[in-house]
């Protein structure tokens, strides 16, 4: 797990020197991501610089050090990630190739790469590699330049031609270390971000920067200024379409069965470190089962990590002390008091680069600092929900649809406007009037989705409008035109027969790389630790989407084949509760303690001149969040973080 800079100087103006500096200065803007080694690599010649940091992983010794040259001297590679099947592809390349045994410097992934792009080729290789993984490749004979992004994003890779100089790097902060780049907002991005509460690729918050989409080999060379060649080698649409065309026909328990084999294969490869290991135990679904696989295949205790918070409806963290003592695993938790989770919110502008607003980012960056005390690889249960159908509105949303689809539009707008006319926060205390067997979290604002559903035309209108924070962004940033993306343009929607099926695909390709995984990449880098996400392995990909829906959801519950998986290790009791979100008690953090910080951001005086949003919409949310009348934590952190990333980015 690293950080990988650099940039490709056509103009061929900068000096070797020089090349070297830049290269240093824009890879130390990633040391975090890289504390234990740094390196650069250029060649004045042809103007390519290559910078890397290194966390070492895998071959602690100097023969991982990168940028590294093939052992035929033809590439040059910064790498940052983990092939994790690194070793099966050595031992392939060795039977191919009888002498190369000898020939080998080290042990690391890095090596088995070079050799296997020098045997195969780039395309053939990539397609070989399981992992996570951003990369870029300099062939020195051929001058070219390769950027190369794993299957579903784990990790990023930023790019852009600024002038005749193109630029590249894990994060932002690493490009705004080059002189070139001046970092011009890109309004239309920013009316994406409002509406994901993240910027999905293939924008960026600038001008002329990119995020390399999943899947996605580019090409660049001297000679192609200023285009670039984006070849895909892999496809989550096809793998999701053929997947349902084609199901898996076994019985449950052959279901069962095989994705028991599946998981305990891919986190027995993800298992393999030189550093201390552990994993984030949360005591839901996912985690669980990450956990419960890790500890089956281990000879002493895993050490697993929680948080937890005091704030009824937000914490965890006793059902994963109870999963952690039925397990055995080594297991600390840690409360966070508001002064604690509030004490990150300054540091979430550098740490996230652009702006980024799912306000789980703070208790992910706490549970990866705590963790970083004790191991420097932490495994997560990510990626369950999209494949395995555990976001609510899989089964909940589909089945309300259902039983009010049939209803006259205009009777389900007024359906709509009655539930809306009563705020959240005064549908919360109607709740709570009544002894209910169990309490949920924020009933209200519950209420007032069901209400979007009512309100929709076509399932396609329900689901944008659920995975939606500000429904019309371009009316709230000025100048801006909203881009199409995988979630607005609808030919880029797979050809599947289950609008469930369509909605998890759309997740796959939209909330889980440009949220999720942006999320758990920058709050664990941000204090050197390596995340690694079993779920997404490509094996697993490509069973879930082979197994029918009816595996998935049942029961009125999603997750089914998972579920039953799990149950083989852990009793029913301590797993079967509702679906709590790793979220924080942000709304009535801006009613309390932040409501000064909110409020100096928030400024109508300090909007206007900044010139970005319509401030007058914004200070009615603001003033309507105040009073309790509404509830617009969601909108109103959105705005917060852009302002707070604009600050610390001047």
């Known amino acids: 797990m690293c950080g990988l800079v650099g940039f490709l100087d056509i103009s061929l103006q ?203 080999i580019l090409t660049v060379s001297r ?162 929900d999209e494949l395995f159908a555990g976001y609510n509105r899989y089964f909940l949303g589909r089945g309300i649809w259902n039983k009010v689809g049939w209803i006259p539009p205009r009777l389900r707008n007024k359906m709509a406007q009655v539930l809306t006319a009563v705020s959240p926060q005064a549908w919360d205390r109607v709740f709570n009037l009544f002894p209910f067997k169990t309490k949920h979290r924020a009933p209200g604002d519950k209420l007032h989705k069901l209400a979007e559903i009512f309100g929709a035309v076509s399932p396609e209108v329900m689901y944008t409008g659920l995975v939606s924070h500000w429904k019309k962004p371009t009316s709230i940033v000025l100048g801006a035109s909203e881009p199409p993306t995988h979630l607005t343009n609808r030919s880029q929607w797979a050809d599947l027969s289950d609008f469930t099926l369509q909605m998890m695909y759309l997740d796959t390709v939209t909330y889980l790389p440009d949220d999720i995984l942006v999320k758990v990449d920058r709050a664990s880098m941000g204090v050197s630790l390596e995340g690694r996400v079993p779920f997404l392995d490509p094996r697993i990909v490509e069973f879930a989407w082979q197994v029918p829906l009816s595996m998935k959801v049942r029961g009125g519950k999603g997750k089914w084949l998972l579920r039953q998986v799990l149950h083989q290790y852990v009793p029913r009791e301590l797993i079967e509760r509702p679906k709590v979100g790793f979220g924080i008690p942000i709304d009535t953090w801006l009613r309390g303690p932040l409501r000064e910080w909110g409020e100096s951001l928030l400024d109508e005086r300090r909007l206007k001149i900044a010139g970005f949003f319509k401030a007058e919409l914004i200070r009615q949310k603001w003033i309507e969040h105040l009073s309790g009348a509404r509830n617009w934590q969601y909108h109103l952190w959105d705005i917060l973080m852009f302002q707070a990333w604009l600050d610390e980015s001047r």
């Open 14 to 216: 900068t000096k070797g020197n020089d090349l070297h500096a830049i290269a240093t200065r824009m890879a130390d803007t990633l040391r975090h991501r890289g504390p234990d080694d740094r390196g650069a690599w250029v060649d004045a010649e042809t103007g390519i610089a290559l910078g890397h940091r290194r966390l070492s992983i895998v071959d602690l010794s100097p023969e991982g050090h990168q940028p590294m040259h093939s052992a035929c001297g033809r590439y040059v590679i910064s790498f940052n990630g983990e092939i994790y099947n690194y070793q099966e592809i050595r031992r392939e390349l060795e039977a191919e190739m009888q002498a190369i045994s000898s020939k080998w410097r080290g042990y690391s992934d890095t090596e088995v790469m070079l050799e296997a792009i020098r045997q195969w080729g780039i395309e053939r290789a990539v397609k070989r590699f399981n992992g996570m993984f951003a990369f870029a490749l300099w062939d020195r004979q051929d001058r070219l330049l390769y950027l190369v992004r794993d299957r579903l994003g784990e990790k990023p890779l930023y790019y852009g031609w600024v002038g005749r100089t193109f630029l590249f790097g894990s994060e932002l902060k690493a490009l705004r270390a080059h002189p070139a780049l001046k970092g011009e907002i890109n309004r239309n991005a920013l009316a994406l971000y409002l509406r994901h509460n993240c910027i999905p690729a293939p924008y960026s918050i600038y001008e002329g920067i990119f995020k390399l989409s999943p899947a996605t």
């Open 223 to 384: 000679s192609t200024f200023p285009s670039v060649s984006l070849l895909p080698y892999w496809s989550a649409r096809e793998i999701a379409e053929r997947g349902v065309a084609h199901p898996f026909t076994g019985s449950d328990q052959e279901a069962v069965a095989q994705l028991d084999a599946l998981l305990r294969d891919a986190i027995k490869l993800e298992m393999v470190a030189d550093v201390p290991l552990g994993a984030f135990l949360s005591g839901g679904v996912d985690s669980s089962t990450v956990v419960t696989l890790m500890q089956a295949q281990s000879a002493r205790p895993v050490k697993t990590f929680t948080i937890g918070f005091n704030e009824a409806g937000y914490n965890e963290a006793v059902y994963a002390k109870e999963v952690a003592r039925h397990l055995g695993t080594d297991h600390t938790e840690l409360y966070i008091t508001p002064e604690q989770a509030m004490a990150v919110i300054p540091k979430l502008p550098t740490l996230y680069d652009e702006p980024f607003s799912d306000s789980s980012q703070i208790p992910t960056y706490l549970v990866s600092e705590l963790a970083r005390r004790h191991v420097t690889v932490s495994l997560s249960g990510d990626g369950g």
